[in-house]
């Protein structure tokens, strides 16, 4: 009986596209590329990465693989960038994402405005952060998966600084971000523009008398050596944000989807519990090692003489409904 090639061909033809890579059947997988701008000697930020990548791999049974790209490909402005277009599935970010993406819901990037990470985790899990999150994907191709804490701001100088007053005329060290200048000034400090690597001699010579940053900063930088006083401001409870993109999420099944989402929530609360542990580990070296005083101010005083200034910022760049949430949020 004579046997036709009408088989035969279709066979060849799937062969040669398996082989040169066109064709790629779904048992091969999914690639989850994790971008982050932070020093591959960052512990917790990488350690974050690593423990997304185990339990994505492990609970996905080696359907899903994770690759960790550092800051060789990119600063955060270009990773955040690739990650809208979906050439990074999970990017790590500042505050950048939500100042490029969401900015009229970048509230929790200003000083003095939320007085402990309670309240800002209060307002991304209510409607604050569901009107970012609807900006980020609508104008940035990315939604939020987690928050990890980076460690609040603190002021230091070389006098004890307990309420705004004892703050006026000093020279001080801040980013030159236009919305922290203003809070500051309206604190009755001269914020003084110096880059970072220039603070410790800045400081040591009296070109600034204070800065501020937070602790594992002041001990990384050695400014224990020219300030002896650390005020517990707290006026900027900091977080790295982690980004999917939309389109990969959407992408997933059900199941694959909550892997990756569960392998954020769970890396990122170790981050968090992480950078709290190593914040007291450095307090008790600076008090005890290197005779740093920890001032308690007045919290109370020092956002409500900062609070004209966010008021000015409120009115001029965030959402109409911005106030409103944040009276439900803070008692405003």
């Not at 609970?59 to 402005?77: D, F, N």
């Not at 990773?79 to 969401?102: H, K, P, T, W």
């Not at 922290?180 to 000034?185: C, E, L, R, T």
């Amino acid at each position: 009986m004579k046997r036709t090639p009408v088989v035969i061909i279709p066979l060849l033809c799937l062969a040669t596209l398996l082989w040169s890579g066109l064709l790629v059947p779904a048992e091969a997988g999914t690639t989850v590329t994790v971008a982050m701008h932070n020093a591959r000697t960052e512990e917790i930020v990488w350690g974050i990465a690593n423990r997304m990548k185990d339990h994505i791999e492990k609970t996905s049974q080696g359907a899903m693989t994770v690759r960790l790209l550092g800051p060789e490909v990119g600063g955060e402005r270009e990773l955040l960038e690739g990650a809208s277009r979906n050439e990074f599935q999970i990017v790590q970010s500042g505050d950048m994402g939500i100042a490029i993406y969401a900015p009229k819901y970048a509230v929790t990037s200003v000083p003095f405005v939320f007085p402990d990470y309670g309240s800002v985790e209060k307002a991304y899990e209510g409607k604050l952060g569901q009107k970012l999150d609807a900006d980020m994907t609508k104008n940035g191709n990315m939604r939020l998966l987690g928050l990890s804490r980076r460690g609040a701001r603190l002021l230091t100088a070389s006098k004890a600084i307990p309420t705004p007053t004892e703050l006026k005329g000093l020279k001080l060290r801040v980013p030159e971000i236009a919305t922290w200048v203003a809070v500051w000034k309206e604190l009755g400090a001269l914020p003084t523009p110096v880059a970072w690597p220039e603070v410790f001699t800045a400081l040591q010579t009296g070109v600034v008398n204070g800065q501020e940053n937070p602790i594992l900063q002041i001990y990384e930088a050695k400014l224990y050596e020219v300030q002896k006083y650390v005020m517990l401001t707290d006026h900027l409870s900091a977080y790295f944000h982690w980004f999917g993109n939309t389109k990969f999420l959407a992408g997933l099944s059900a199941e694959h989807r909550k892997i990756v989402e569960d392998a954020v929530k769970m890396a990122t609360a170790w981050g968090s519990g992480q950078q709290e542990e190593k914040s007291t580990e450095l307090r008790n070296i600076l008090e005890k090692k290197h005779g740093v005083q920890f001032v308690t101010v007045d919290k109370s005083k020092f956002f409500g003489a900062a609070r004209p200034a966010v008021e000015r910022i409120a009115a001029q760049q965030w959402a109409p409904e911005v106030k409103d949430l944040l009276k439900q949020i803070l008692g405003w």
